[in-house]
Structures are given as structure tokens and as C-alpha cells.
């Protein structure tokens, strides 16, 4: 028995007095309902609702069952609208509108994928046209799924709207194939693609024709890398100025922003099998070509994480850069701040290099920010993203195992610093305020195995990092409080401030280090810095100190700073 198909469709309402448009349709349920919720979260529209379509293989009509619905209830009561019943599309010109070219995109996005072809050549090339016809099924599915959402939104039957989209497309294929019969398409590598352009510019049709030239030009390609090549190589061809040289530059904008816009066209010009991590930072890095390379130079935490880009990706970097794929570049960077929102790993397997490569991805995508996206929604992204570092799943991960207290205390720490949004800090500082008030930590600062030299820089360092890590006094304070005390307690065992006022040193280097010990540098502020403060006085009033100094210059210098850091200069 032949099973029914099934697809599912997304429609939306700009306001709550709007009619229903159809926004999407997909055989894909998981990816129907993320659409639909991303629409309401982003505030694109005010409702948003998923339904099924089931075709009756007796009928051919679609069953419509509504599956769920986001954001306002669809019975809000507003001021109506005068409702449009106008059809999406009229003429073959408006098939080629960029509205037109995406949803055709969804709607034969498994046999386009197949052909590895986009929109644009479909539109363009009358081979693929022949094909699409061939195959009946296709293009008779794809024109059912567009039909049934528009039929209910303008209040007429299946039948009717699907014979006049069945009118347009005949329109629109019989044009395309008879002005490829009549040899009325230009042939942009035999004519030149200025040339061609030119001749062109003065045409009413004029994109539609000189459409057609690139698509020709670009059909014997390989790959989607080969394609790439192909296009920059008509980009370096175009006229040099003028209306012919805009009218070109557009034209193959279209197919180069389709092909940047799937994962396959990306994958061929970055590389496949990557985490989504490195694949970000590549696109990051494509569409922000010069800001990311100045910032690789002056930042090696932005170079770590940054991957090589292959020839044809770096020349078509260099083209980004230009204004004359604006779109192009800002349609990749929304594309990386989707994904960060979305809810993938970057790096599923090493949660300590997705903080460095998150950090690395923030501090690039800020410096691009502004040209190509707004900074706001920059930062609303990796708000967003440091949701998922502050999880127990990822915390977890990314601690591991085999780490001392300390060592993960200072992992913590790391973590607290590269999270954005006071909500996520304070999550942070939650984990953080676990380990530090443990009686493992406890055990940890005290141990006797290991210096007590070392322990105490270690808690002062935390106590540093702690004050400057953008947090609420209310959630550093009782932190930097545990920490002085826990210091207290390992200086009071090894007695350390004694060891070192009573050592046998030159005066000027016990008064050094009894003054790193009081400023907090080699030991956390609390009662190890203040016993350290009372002997560093001490030495101080001492005239042999005052007489060594002086025959010092360089250590005086080195001593006074270090004085007024401890708060003990008069």
C-alpha cells in the first residue's frame, strides 16, 4: 500500500489582527516547530502555528491538522484589518523575487540538494527546468504545499488556487525554454560577462537575462567550491563601473548568498566533519575577513581558535570584504548568531577549548559588529549561548575528573569570567561558591604537601580573579571572605609571616615579601595579609631597613609602590 505524504507547514501572523501567511513548509516536524518558536522568541510576528499535511492518495486534497500553536491565542480580539486576497505570486517576473527564490527553495529543497543547484539556476537554466518537468512528481508536490495554506488564507478551494499556480509556473517554464530555443539568452563566457552586461543594462529584462548568463556559466561546475570559483572569476570579469557593473555585481550575488546559505555550499568552502564550533569561527571569519585577521595580529587568544581558510574561501573573503556583497557578509554572520542561539554544542567533545573558541567568536563577531549586525543582537547571542555553560551537564563535562579543589576553583573561575548576562554570573558564581565553601577545597588550601608558599598564591589569585570578574558585591564578597580566611588558616599552620620576618635574608628582602604577603599578591586579603602587614611595619621603623634601602634606589622604588599597595603609607 502506498503510504500518504506527509509535510508540515508553519504559518504566521505578523500582528494578532493580520491574516495567516504561510511561512514555511518542510517534511521535517523537529525543524517546524524550532521555526515557529524562533519567530516568537525573536519577536517576528505575533503568532505562529505548525500543522500537518496529510495528502489523501484517493482525493489528492491535503487533511490539515493543527499541531501547536505560539505565541498570542488566535481568538484575540482586535481591530480587523481589511483582508487581502491577493496571490502570492501573478507573474513569472515575481517568481524571481528574493521572497519567491526562498520559499521555492523550501518547498523543492530535496531535489534541488540532489541536482546541487539552487533556486537561481533553477530559475535560469532551462536544463534544469526539462528535468524538474520529467520528474511530475516534484513539482506537482511542491505546488500542492504552497496551494493548501494559500487557499485557506484567501478563502477559496485547493483546486482553484493550485490551477493558477499550475497557469504561473507554465507561464513561467514555457518563457524560460522558448527564450533558450530562440538563442535569446546571452552566453557570458563566449560574449564576456562585461561585454555582456553591458549589452544587457539596457534590456527591461535586464537580471532576468543576464540571470540566465551566470547560471549557464556556472552549470559545468564540479562543486559548490567549483561554483564559488566560478562566480568570483564573473566577478573580477564585471564592467568596472557604472549601471552595468551594479546590474552585474546583484546578479551573482543571488546564487553566491544561495550557495552560502546552505550547508553543503559552506562545508565545501570551510570543510566537512567540523565541529560546529570551528565551522563558526570559519564563517566568522569569511565574513569578517579584515576585522578578524587585524584582530588575529593583535589578540593570540582570537588566533588559537581561529581555523585556516582554504584559497577559494580567502578570495571570496576578500570579496566580502568589499561593500558589494553587503548582503552576502550579513547573511553569514546572521546565520553564525542563529546557530549560537540554537541549542548544539560547539564543541561536543572538549568543553574547556568551547569556552576559549566562545570567548574568541565573542571578542571577533564584536569587532565586526555594527557593519553587518547590530551589536545588541551580538550580545543577546552569547547571552544566550553562556546559558548552556552554566548547566550542570556542561559543568560537569567540563570539570572532569583528576582535578585538586583548587584546580577546579580555578576552572570555575575561568567559567565565571567568559559567561555573559548577570543571570548566567551569578549561576556561575553559584558552582563556584560550591567549591570553595567544601571541606575538600578546605583540605586542599591546607595541605602540607605542597607549599605554603604555593597554596597562598594560589587563594590570591582566586581572590583577585573573583573582585574582577564583573560581578555583584552580594556575590563576590562571601567568596573573597572564605578565601582570606581559608589563607588565614594556612598561613597560621605553616606560619609563614614568621618564618619570613625571622629568616636569615637581607632586611630588604624579608620586608619584600612580607609586603606582597600584606598587599594581597602572595596571599589572599584577610588575617594572613594583616599578620603579614603588622611585621612588614615592624622592619619598616627598623634604621638598618632605612639604611639599606637607601643605598638602593631600584628596591626603595619597588618598596614604596608595594607599601601603598598594602595600605601602609602614612
Known sequence: MERAKVHYEVFVKKTPAAGWTLEMATENRAQ????????????????????????????????????????????????????????????????????????????????????????????????????????????????????????????????????TFQALVSRTIERLLGDARRGGLPDVDKEGFAAAAERVSREPERAYLLGAGVAASIAPARDWTDKVSRLLDLAD?????????????????QPLAEILGSSAGLEGLIGKDLDLGVRLAAMTRLAAHQAVDAL???????????????????????????????????????????????????????????????????????AAAGDMVPLDDVHSAFVNRSKMLVTGDFVNAYLGSGRTSIEEAEALMWLVENVIGSANKRQAVRWLSAVVGSLAFEKAARNAEVSAAQRLFSLAKLYRA?????????????????????????????????????????????????????????????????????????????????????????????????????????
Open 237 to 253: 570579469a564585471a564592467p568596472i563601473a557604472g549601471p552595468p557593473r551594479g546590474l552585474a555585481l546583484q546578479t551573482i550575488e
Open 466 to 570: 573573583v573582585g574582577r570578574g564583573g560581578l555583584a558585591k552580594e556575590d563576590y564578597q562571601p567568596i573573597q571572605q572564605k578565601l582570606g580566611d581559608l589563607g588565614g588558616l594556612a598561613e597560621a599552620d605553616a606560619k609563614v609571616t614568621q618564618g619570613v620576618a625571622r629568616a636569615n635574608a637581607p632586611v630588604t628582602h624579608r620586608l619584600t615579601l612580607l609586603l606582597k604577603l600584606a598587599c594581597g599578591e602572595a596571599a589572599p586579603l584577610g588575617p594572613a595579609a594583616d599578620r603579614a602587614k603588622v611585621e612588614a611595619l615592624k622592619l619598616v621603623r627598623l634604621d638598618a631597613t632605612r639604611e639599606e634601602l637607601a643605598r638602593s634606589p631600584e628596591r626603595m622604588a619597588e618598596v614604596r609602590t608595594l607599601i601603598q599597595a598594602a595600605g601602609l603609607a602614612a
Open 296 to 366: 588575529i595580529r593583535a589578540e593570540p587568544s582570537v588566533a588559537k581558535i581561529m581555523p585556516e581558510l582554504s584559497e577559494p574561501a580567502q578570495r571570496l573573503g576578500r570579496w566580502l570584504a568589499t561593500e558589494d556583497f553587503r548582503a552576502v557578509r550579513s547573511a553569514i554572520t546572521k546565520r553564525v548568531l542563529k546557530e549560537l542561539n540554537g541549542p548544539r554544542r560547539l564543541m561536543p567533545q572538549d568543553a574547556e577549548a568551547e569556552i576559549d573558541l566562545l570567548r574568541g567568536l565573542a571578542m571577533a563577531l564584536t
Open 32 to 163: 517546524a516547530l524550532a521555526v515557529a518558536e524562533e519567530l516568537i522568541t525573536e519577536r517576528r510576528v505575533a503568532t505562529a502555528r505548525v500543522t500537518k499535511e496529510t495528502m489523501d492518495l484517493e482525493t489528492n486534497e491535503y487533511r490539515s491538522v493543527n499541531i501547536q500553536t505560539f505565541g498570542l491565542p488566535d481568538n484575540v480580539k482586535t481591530k480587523k484589518e481589511p483582508e487581502r486576497n491577493d496571490p502570492l505570486c501573478v507573474t513569472p517576473q515575481d517568481l524571481y523575487t528574493v521572497h519567491a527564490r526562498e520559499r521555492i527553495g523550501r518547498l523543492l529543497d530535496g531535489w534541488l540538494v540532489r541536482q546541487k543547484a539552487t533556486p537561481f539556476e533553477l530559475l535560469h537554466r532551462a536544463d534544469l527546468v526539462e528535468k524538474l518537468e520529467a520528474s511530475g512528481v516534484e513539482l506537482q508536490h511542491a505546488i500542492q504545499k504552497i496551494a493548501v495554506p494559500e487557499a485557506q488564507a484567501r478563502g477559496l478551494g485547493v483546486h482553484e488556487v493550485m490551477r
